[in-house]
């Protein structure tokens, strides 16, 4: 079946340094990936969405490239914002018309001054 | 911004009790969605519906049934529920395809069963 695979536990930043979390995933399928966010104590939302022109999707600073050749879809910034500081889900979906949405293990980020 | 409405928002059970957890979402969405969120294993889904009549199992859908009797409203069954579904509990919806896909998702639901 499919599964994501996401950098695991927490991420530990100093604000104003890159940040890069990493997303693979297998699937016999070509599919669609996401980010999602939840900050504490709230839903998660979506950040970013692969598009199937293989344009480069940004949101609040945030981009992720989907290389196929790797099956990844890493997550990057170039700056970090103690703002930044939540939880961060990479998802899948297969394609077509099959909503299944397959999510990751998380990755906790947090960000400090 | 397109509203989901878990609820309860917190339910405290008795192992072997029956529980429903209840979801309604009012943006016309086909598909819906019922996660559980757990340290160390993120969000696992349960059960997913592509409308009003359909329910599919998910990656874990021992011990939980769902039903979707209308476009809006989708719940969360646990005929017998035990401890290890201590949890807490997401409904999402959305629809598929398109630039603009996303899920919504509901506040949550925090359930113990004691």
């Known amino acids: 079946g499919d599964s994501v695979t996401q950098t695991e536990g927490l991420v530990t930043l100093t604000e104003g340094l890159p940040v890069m979390l990493n997303c693979t995933y297998q699937?016999?399928?070509?599919?669609?990936l996401f980010w999602y966010v939840q900050h504490l104590n709230e839903a998660p939302k979506l950040l970013l969405k692969?598009?199937?022109?293989?344009k480069r999707p940004e949101h609040q600073g945030f981009h992720a490239t989907l290389h196929k050749s790797s099956s990844s879809f890493h997550l990057q910034k170039s700056s970090a914002q103690l703002s930044d500081s939540a939880l961060y889900y990479c998802?899948?979906?297969?394609?077509?018309?099959?909503?299944?949405?397959?999510f990751g293990k998380g990755t906790k980020l947090s960000v400090k001054s | 911004e397109a509203a989901v409405t878990q609820s309860p928002r917190n339910k405290v059970a008795v192992t072997g009790g029956k529980v429903t957890l209840s979801c309604n979402q009012t943006?016309?969405?086909?598909?819906m969605y019922w996660y559980r969120q757990d340290t160390g294993h993120g969000l696992r889904l349960i059960h997913y519906?592509?409308?009003?009549?359909?329910?599919e199992k998910g990656d874990i859908p021992d011990g939980y049934k769902a039903s979707r009797p209308s476009q809006e409203n989708f719940s969360l069954i646990l005929e017998l529920a035990t401890p290890s579904q201590t949890s807490v509990y997401f409904c999402?919806?959305?629809?598929?395809?398109?630039?603009?896909?996303?899920?919504?998702f509901g506040h949550g639901t925090k359930l113990s069963v004691l």
């Open positions: 943006n016309n969405h086909n598909n």
């Open positions: 519906s592509y409308g009003a009549g359909s329910t």
């Open positions: 699937s016999t399928y070509s599919p669609f």
């Open positions: 692969s598009f199937t022109d293989n």
């Open positions: 998802a899948l979906r297969r394609g077509g018309s099959n909503a299944k949405l397959t």
């Open positions: 999402a919806s959305g629809r598929t395809g398109g630039d603009n896909e996303r899920l919504f």
